[in-house]
């Protein structure tokens, strides 16, 4: 008698959860906005680079340096700790990879 309840409460909490999930959404693009959360971090420098009207020359121009150091240094480091499952090790390939990158130069 009691497993109709339980399902019907369950739909009720699982409704709850997805509506506050969905307003907690909607709220974070009205607080974000608000505070102007994209002027910090990282986002200050797009957010610079948009209103100078010059987005290729801040960001995008060095997108071959950027996708040489995920190649050179990042990638590998990534697949050791894939293969040994040691992060931390990975952690020092990577910044062995990376500090040794200027010596090829």
Not at 15 to 25: E, F, Y
Not at 71 to 97: D, F, Q
């Amino acid at each position: 008698m009691s497993w109709p309840a339980i399902r019907s409460d369950s739909d009720v909490l699982r409704a709850l959860v997805i509506g506050v999930g969905l307003c907690w959404s909607v709220a974070f693009v009205a607080i974000a906005l608000r505070y102007e959360l994209e002027l910090y971090a990282d986002g200050a420098m797009f957010s610079y680079a948009v209103a100078v009207q010059d987005v290729w020359a801040f960001h995008w121009h060095n997108i071959s340096g950027r996708l040489s150091v995920f190649l050179l240094s990042l990638l590998p480091a990534e697949i050791y700790v894939g293969l040994s499952g040691n992060p931390g090790a990975g952690i020092v390939v990577y910044g062995l990879l990376f500090y040794l990158a200027p010596l090829a130069d």
